[in-house]
């Protein structure tokens, strides 16, 4: 199966476990270097992450980078949300 | 009255009887004069008056207070009042823990706000066999809904009750992944919510990274919409959704306990540990297995 499925990735085989944890893989490495040249939204890196970025896009479906690229934004937003939140509550304590 | 033949009779003049209760007035009120008593009290003058003159004896106060402490609190009424006093409060500590049993029992019974989760739904298992809801009966079931192109959280789900599953069928005495000595009493069970990829082979694979006794199943899209309607599941495939594309399902990811008579019993999200529902679902079976004297 792990050659069947990593050969075709638009077939409609089930990704198995290997395929998933090689797919996760690929993304954080790309979203470290993300994180290294400060880019939040994928796609803004410019030409900084082309290998990451190739590794990526071989290993995940493209409805999954989408899904990814857009948690990662979400996720972001929600990081500062919460700073400013925690921050917020700090001043309503003093 | 035995108070009053206690009195000490210190003068010639003997005690005048009077009734109880006045016995029992007198103790709060400074006794009056004798003759003003006799004024008041119409029947016994004038005759009677000279009369219990002789036999009466004039009480002082203080005559009374030492007739009060020796009188009214004897050590038979002390023991009595102690007695009566321990009597009630074990009487009410035992009426109340009474009655305390008696409504946890009832509310133990009642299944009041029980949610209306499952209900009857015709699927196909992932080795082509039919299966309705009749076929979870008997077992604790673990329902979870998911497609097999999920990225991450299906997965995640489906490890976390694997890893249940193992460390329940551990505490029951099974070798993992062996029968267990008291028999499979779980059915883990993933349906499907993206009937236009996930086949019945797809599923087979797809479920051979999980636990062994995991039964798939899928349906056409209206027997899709029909159990996720009856578990209130959302899922967001549209009906035409092309079988060889590439998209995802929004959906619902609880993971649902159903009781050996397939009625809800929780429903358990994501930020529940495996742990946890080890727990939760040992607390289900201990109260399944105290109502109904079995184990399924």
Request: net charge positive; proline share 6%.
């Amino acid at each position: 199966m792990g050659w069947f499925s990593s050969s075709s990735k638009q077939d409609t085989s089930a990704p198995t476990r290997e395929d998933r944890q090689k797919c996760w893989e690929t993304r954080d490495a790309y979203f470290a270097c993300l994180d290294r040249v400060g880019v939040v939204k994928a796609g803004e890196e410019g030409n900084a992450c082309s290998k990451e970025k190739k590794q990526y896009e071989g290993n995940c479906a493209k409805s999954w980078i989408d899904y990814f690229n857009q948690r990662r934004v979400i996720a972001e937003a929600q990081k500062e949300r919460l700073a400013r939140a925690n921050e917020q509550n700090q001043a309503a304590r003093k | 009255m035995l108070s009053l033949a206690r009195c000490s009779l210190s003068s010639s003049l003997r005690v005048r009887q009077i009734p109880s209760t006045a016995a029992w007035r007198s103790l709060h009120t400074p006794p009056r004069p004798f003759f003003q008593r006799g004024t008041i009290s119409g029947p016994q003058q004038p005759k009677d008056l000279l009369r219990s003159l002789f036999k009466t004896q004039r009480r002082t106060y203080a005559q009374f207070t030492e007739r009060n402490s020796v009188g009214a609190f004897t050590p038979t009424a002390a023991a009595l009042f102690v007695v009566t006093g321990v009597g009630l409060a074990f009487y009410f500590r035992y009426e109340k823990a009474r009655l305390e049993e008696e409504r946890e029992k009832e509310r133990a019974q009642k299944s009041y706000g029980r949610p209306s989760v499952g209900g009857p739904f015709q699927l196909t298992t992932h080795d082509g066999k039919p299966f309705t809801e009749k076929d979870l009966l008997g077992k604790w079931s673990l329902v979870y809904f998911g497609f097999t192109n999920c990225p991450d959280i299906c997965p995640a789900e489906l490890d976390k009750i694997t890893a249940a599953l193992g460390k329940l069928r551990e505490d029951l005495g099974c070798t993992f992944p062996g029968e267990s000595q008291h028999g499979d009493i779980f059915l883990p069970v993933f349906i499907s919510v993206d009937p236009a990829r996930d086949t019945p082979s797809q599923i087979t694979q797809y479920l051979k990274d999980f636990h062994p006794s995991f039964i798939g199943l899928v349906g056409d899209y209206a027997a899709t919409k029909s159990v996720c309607k009856a578990y209130r599941v959302y899922f967001s495939t549209p009906p035409n959704a092309d079988p060889k594309g590439d998209y995802l399902v929004d959906h619902s990811i609880f993971v649902y306990l159903m009781d050996p008579n397939g009625q809800f019993m929780d429903a358990f999200g994501q930020a529940i540990t495996a742990d946890e529902v080890v727990d939760k679902v040992n607390e289900a079976l201990e109260n399944w297995q105290k109502q109904t004297g079995k184990k399924v």
